[in-house]
């Protein structure tokens, strides 16, 4: 019998994988407990139709984020802090405040989660952030601290 594995199984096959299995098997374990379907050439159909959709949007998905690495390569921000008598900031400038700071000021909208802060910026000065953006892209943002 041949079922399209739907899920992982350890000893045979990853999901969307089409595996030659003994009848007892594929019925009472793989089809009942839910790691696979029998492989109609209807459900094969539309395995393939969905991963055709799947690669589709995650073409999208990778020119938009694309854009986005392009637009924070290119992009500057300002932000101002209070500062003591030493020269120091108070605190640190935040990856809310970052994220606060791209869409006030170059309406990006991002996610805090994408900013990689090796360490916290605690100086006034021009920073060079890295942003993971998934999908192995990278974009390096520019951050001046000022003084207030």
Same mark, same amino acid.
């Not at 696979?36 to 959709?53: F, K, W």
């Not at 990006?108 to 900013?115: A, F, G, L, T």
């Given at each position: 019998?041949?079922?399209?594995? =739907?899920?992982?199984? $350890?000893?045979?096959?990853?999901?969307?994988?089409?595996?030659?299995?003994?009848?007892?098997?594929?019925?009472?374990?793989? =089809?009942? $407990?839910? +790691? @696979?379907?029998?492989?109609?050439?209807?459900?094969?159909?539309?395995?393939?139709?969905?991963?055709?959709?799947? @690669?589709?949007?995650?073409?999208?998905?990778?020119?938009?984020?694309?854009?986005?690495? @392009?637009?924070?390569?290119?992009?500057?921000?300002?932000?101002?802090?209070?500062?003591?008598?030493?020269?120091?900031?108070?605190?640190?400038?935040?990856?809310?405040?970052?994220?606060?700071?791209?869409?006030?000021?170059?309406?990006?909208?991002?996610?805090? $989660?994408?900013?990689?802060?090796?360490?916290?910026? $605690?100086? =006034?000065?021009?920073?060079?952030?890295? +942003?993971?953006?998934?999908?192995?892209?990278? @974009?390096?943002?520019?951050?001046?601290?000022?003084?207030?």
């Amino acid at each position: 019998m041949k079922v399209l594995l =739907i899920k992982d199984v $350890k000893s045979l096959g990853k999901a969307g994988e089409v595996k030659e299995v003994k009848d007892g098997y594929g019925k009472n374990f793989l =089809i009942g $407990k839910g +790691f @696979a379907r029998s492989a109609t050439p209807e459900i094969l159909a539309q395995h393939a139709q969905d991963e055709l959709i799947v @690669a589709e949007n995650l073409e999208k998905e990778v020119n938009a984020l694309k854009e986005i690495a @392009a637009q924070l390569d290119k992009a500057e921000i300002i932000i101002t802090k209070k500062i003591g008598d030493n020269g120091h900031l108070f605190g640190s400038v935040t990856k809310d405040e970052i994220a606060a700071g791209l869409k006030k000021q170059h309406n990006i909208d991002i996610d805090k $989660k994408h900013i990689n802060e090796k360490m916290a910026i $605690k100086t =006034i000065g021009e920073h060079d952030l890295d +942003f993971k953006l998934g999908h192995g892209l990278h @974009a390096t943002l520019h951050v001046d601290v000022q003084g207030e």
